[in-house]
């Protein structure tokens, strides 16, 4: 059991009940999510000790929050608590042509107001062995942005392994920004995943021959893009979510491990989903606990993406997958049958 | 049928099924409410041309609130569109002794950025016999009581009558502030709708001997606020709703209609509570229309109470009863016989 | 065991989840019931065999409502297939001082077909001991009222005895037919169950001082009404419910059993009313298995009484209830404990 | 913002919810649909000015009906009131292999008394540029299709364009008098909505080697058939609708437009449905929407089976896109990835 | 209409809605299941007299297990009542690459209580033509493999067919002692059913080159089981299912009869899976019926395969489909158009 | 921050919805709840370090119950994992006139093979002030009696203050046997929680004039009882719930201290009843509560009281009430008014 911290924002999910659109709903189901909340669920699932860090508003809406935290077993003890509010987004599941909708009104959340002393971080990082952040967190305005980098600083200084997925989001800040701000914070980083598009709006690597929308692979375009950013950030370690959209109902699914000169291409799987909202962090999920275990790496990109396979048949933006079912995908069998 | 204005805030509502804490709940009823927007459905459903003046988000949670308003027959076209998001409340219905508990999430709502030429004002009140609003309306931001001000000026050039709700709410602002702000709004005021509290919490009317958390009645307390309230700010009607809250599920209800030197105290009613947000907006919708088609005095009060003990039997802010089903009750027939 | 008839017409019954308006919902809670329906589904509770006479539409729709009179154990197989559909009837369960509402869509229902041959009537009767309808069959159509007159007309061949519960609704004929067709057939009536208000709308007996509306009770109005029936009719055995609306949330509850010049009030129960619908009908099924089975009056009309009381705690047409419980309630444990 | 009319009925549609059965279920999911009313909440959709011509009953069930469309921003002004009930269709979702089950209960709805007088159509028609209707609405009765005709002579006297979709229903009429009465009312259309089998079920046209049941296409079958078709009515405009069934849950879908000498084949979609009633009122509103802002043919085309495509992954018989959504899938993006 | 008896548990199935997960789920959807009761409500929808033999505990669990086969027209009236509890099986539905889940809380079930006289097997084996048993019912304990056996020679003493589901489950009894106790068995046996899988887990038998995991058919290991079978236990007839798992959402399935040396491949269907369970029983419920009615071999393979193509799209263990919908799919209508 | 450990068996609540009868539903609500489980949970929910001693099966049911123990701050790390099953019981709820209703299937549950070595119990116990049972654990098995017995021993031994609600349940034991073995476990009470009926049935103490079932209190009777059970059992603080059950929706309620001498009777409220399951022991935590944090006696049995008011208002077993809202209510403000 490894102490492996994740910290960012969490938020409530609010979604009409099966296909229903916004206009057509009159009740939301409710989950919580959120890039580095959902890692910490599926990493406590793998047995880790997972601890997250962010800053909740002292109210029941916070506790809802809190609790489901605690019910999957993550350590909410370091949690701040505080701030305006918690951040909503409101999420219409799609099918088919039919694209997923998601509107968000996270503006103002506590996470917002997160400053020294609200978390004591030389106690969180204590034995601490990893920690995850996404490109959500440094985004969401330039005090959290500073907040990360003290929290990193304290990392590097105490030899915690630090991953980052690049998650670029497009309402939060622009590419730009984005580029700065995250190229900063490369020089903490030893693990990056990413997918070609998050390279590409980021840092503006884009490799001949890609086209995202189209759905279609280009292992070489990835492969090209990991040696830029190896190269000019010195990150030894890149991770590709490989997604081919079908339609919202389908995508084909794969990953890529990225190490020094050598590349593992798992299994590609042909997923009918059934929420596919935090199917990249059940990813880095399973990649922070393989590389973590050290498991091999070509079973280390198999279990990551056997990990997020299972997630796009789990509704909610948690990865509720133990590792004895992740292992049971990885290693071959994918057929489903019903186990008794 | 009257054109009848009102203008303020409207909020959805995300309430957890039957009786669940939001602790134990996940997933939200939603509705939609805020004291001016439900007096606009009530009056609508009482046929007359009900305009609601306001402000919302330019993306599906702004138009799925006003659909909701179109669907009964509201008047939407003069709501502007834009700001950041839509105000929420969270509301966790009660029982017998636990009290229903509200959240607000309204904070940097579209409203607080309603501007001059978001509404064509002129257009908007061109025939209208009536406006509406409350004290929330005021209360939310300066711009927005400005804002207000601008309006009702308007309305007092154009002959519309004009009533209030005081409706004071400590979490959007002091008493102090409220006393001052409400004070220079009433010489705008025809018809002032109150309870005790109100009066005692926006302009410190404190009548000897009343206790309004025991729930127990004190006409004379009511009757010497209103003096004074007719003597400070020369308005002539005013009425009061008086509840007595016997528990979250129990209460009696009743009115009190003070014209000058006479008044009027409605019939009783026990209530069993289905939901008692927006009581008090069905009772001004049923006095607004009871004074707009001249009923007689004691006429509009029990017409006014008897449209509001219908409405605490109704889920949700809005009164969903005809004049029809109001006046057949406030005409004595109580029995709740099935009516085939 | 005994055999019992009940012959009429059943419904699908639409209703709003909850307390929702009509103009709220969009689901349909569904069940099936109809007055003869219900007395034979509550006489099978009671352990009788219990066969309905009627006729559905030979579809899907027909089928839920035949599956659903099997599942608790109703006799269908004399059930006629046939004809246009389903009668429906949309049915909003009201509170307090809302009253629940109730939308007939009956007309062209299967059962007004209802034909010579439909059903092998002497086979139906043989060795049944009692037959039971309402005035609700006779009031479907004229080709029903004389079907079920040469039912009667077996069954007194047979017999069998014949309870008849008046029940006049007037959206399906006036009082004028209804005194008409009703009296003709009192003739073969044994048993009958009213209520104040149909005895005055059926046969336009009014005794002096009453006021159902008012809700209050006028024991000696009922025994004067009793009296004018058994004198007009020659029926000895007449049974009355007596309610007491409050509320549509609470009624007062009891019945009185006239048996020649004497007569037996039963215990009255305050009721906090989960579904009246079908309140009456249990209250009839009650009867018929007190009398069948000889109890002392006072324990039939008791027995009648509390069967209809749990009644009004279950939701749907049907009375759930076994002779047990029942029989527990009416020997005077209300308390509500819960039984483990 | 085009004002578009569209005439016909109405349907209450009761729905088990999710795969169940009808006799499975013990509640239905409730929306309203009919073929005239899905096109113009689409269209309204779309931005253009829908109304809405059709008769419902004066009743709460009417109400929601009414009021379903409002929310929707189609115009219910013109609609009549009275008559005996809302026709009803129940559905039953099919999956795989178990296709869907309608079962109509729509006979004697409030429709068939639609009546001179009962709508004022010179207003109706005042300002309008299309009318729109189905083979459905002149099948109800004789009396509704001589209102129909009656209805398109003012259309033509105002230089409306007349669209209809053939929609053959074997419940409501033979394909004999489909045949008489359809070719009679021919010449009043301009533009015709078909699939191959509603041609041969009305007209009789069968071009050789086609066989609907096996989902396979013949593109140069629906040509003959439109060539048939137009020679015979002088019909210049011609839109098909190609369905391959693979099963309940996938289906491939796409359109044909037949000007003149020219088609214009959309591009083909693979759905994986959420419900596909409503599928071709969906293409009809797309095509008019395209038409009547005078899209190219084959954008046109490609508008309306994208606007299809997209109905097949929502709930109910409405199709809730907006010319954003289906322009960009028409445009080529159909990956489903999330719109954030 | 034969009569045709099953006998063994029936367990109530609990399991969270739509896709969730044990672990998030605050709701079971409650049905009954077990094969033998499967296969009895299965053929009861095809008309035949299907009377369930069992026992179930004298409390409302083990009414609400009567009443839902009662609704579904089993002949209940031979089940004993009385013993501990009723069994119960949790399952989790699985999707894509997530297999369905199910946790057995069946031990100390009131069926293993059955004994001597809780059954008149003389009564209920008079007239029957069938009996069918799968290999679950041995397995519960060996009082109950022992009273099995006793009721097969009632059958055999009157000439009754007799079919056996292999059906071997691995919680309940190792496979040496399924082999010891089946085989003993199989000289009661008519008609075989079975999987490859349960016939090497039941008699080892495992032929060349089968990989069930892989869910790759290979039909010639099936003809090699059935010799085996057949030469050593002198059973003429054998049916195999042969599913091919794609994933838990999608399945090839397809069925082999074995008669003497003549072998019948049925139609083979792609199924988009609805609910899984149950589907054996629906193809032995099928191939009962088409033997029972002596339908064509081949006839009879599609029936049976039909059946449970069907039943994979019903939620729930019991296939509700009638002939007539079966024979419709078996004869070559599987393009899922809606039926009106 | 008090730990305070409870121990005994907690159960998965099976619940129809709303108030349906079990033969109606067809879903369950799931919820977990058992004596000393609500007790802790009330207690996390307090503010103290609550530790649940217990044994649950190592499946995803277990896990169920686990997390939901979590969520609410209990404890949990001490719980043993193993044996066959989670007990079950099945709960309907009643109204009015009819009772709610248990079925218990908790046979066989894991807690039954509690042994030593399952628990570290000195590590548990270490810094525990106080431990709570109810007479339920005992009455499980012997073993589990003995297990009981022996933690209470190492309580004794460590200073520990030890409570005992008497709980008797018929269907676990006799009176006879619950009296021996209840009476041997008395020495280690130092707080002990009843009812009248519990000491009647358990220690056969009967005061006169008491009737139970009427619902009349009778504070003498209770004093006689305590004063019987003080002088036999030496324990000196003794506490009684009083319940007046009006119906199964209206009870009053209050509660008795008593302390050597003396005795303190709280507040009475009138309760409509939202769940009253665990209501028993949301008291007992209110008292453990009040005791361990020094109240005053009279403060110490209102918020009992007060306490246990709350529960009865919230669905579940659980008490999900803080601190400052039972001491709002035993502080005198029971009128329900919104909490904004």
């Not at 701000?181 to 503006?204: A, P, Q, T």
């Not at 000169?261 to 909202?277: A, G, M, P």
Request: net charge negative; glycine share 8%; proline share 2%.
């Amino acid at each position: 059991m490894k102490k492996i911290l994740t910290i960012g924002e969490v938020m409530m999910r609010l979604q009409p009940p099966n296909f229903k659109r916004f206009k057509q709903t009159n009740s939301f189901d409710v989950c919580f999510g959120g890039g580095e909340a959902n890692v910490a669920v599926s990493l406590a699932q793998f047995g880790e000790n997972a601890v997250f860090l962010s800053k909740l508003p002292a109210n029941d809406i916070g506790d809802m929050c809190a609790m489901e935290l605690k019910k999957w077993d993550v350590d909410t003890s370091h949690i701040a608590r505080g701030g305006e509010r918690l951040g909503i987004y409101f999420c219409e599941k799609g099918a088919s042509q039919r694209a997923s909708k998601v509107i968000y009104d996270r503006a103002h959340a506590s996470i917002n107001t997160l400053a020294d002393g609200d978390i004591d971080i030389q106690k969180a990082v204590l034995g601490a062995s990893w920690l995850h952040f996404t490109g959500i967190t440094p985004a969401l305005c330039d005090e959290v942005a500073q907040y990360l980098e003290s929290v990193l600083k304290v990392c590097k200084a105490n030899g915690v392994t630090v991953s980052c997925d690049l998650n670029y989001r497009n309402k939060l800040w622009s590419k730009d920004k984005a580029c700065l701000v995250m190229s900063g914070l490369m020089k903490y980083v030893d693990v990056l995943i990413s997918n070609e598009e998050d390279c590409k709006d980021v840092f503006g690597i884009v490799p001949a021959n890609s086209d995202i929308e189209k759905g279609e692979l280009n292992i070489n375009g990835y492969l090209a893009t990991a040696k830029i950013v190896r190269e000019k950030f010195g990150i030894k370690t890149i991770a590709f979510t490989l997604r081919e959209s079908i339609s919202a109902s389908v995508n084909n699914w794969s990953g890529l491990l990225i190490e020094d000169d050598k590349f593992y291409h798992s299994k590609k799987y042909t997923l009918n989903i059934v929420d596919r909202v935090g199917g990249g962090d059940s990813f880095s999920a399973g990649l922070i606990h393989a590389l973590s275990n050290e498991y091999e790496p070509s079973d280390a990109i198999n279990f990551a993406v056997a990990s997020s396979a299972i997630k796009h048949t789990i509704e909610g933006d948690f990865n509720i997958a133990t590792v004895s079912e992740v292992s049971k995908l990885a290693g071959g069998n994918g057929s489903g049958r019903v186990e008794r």
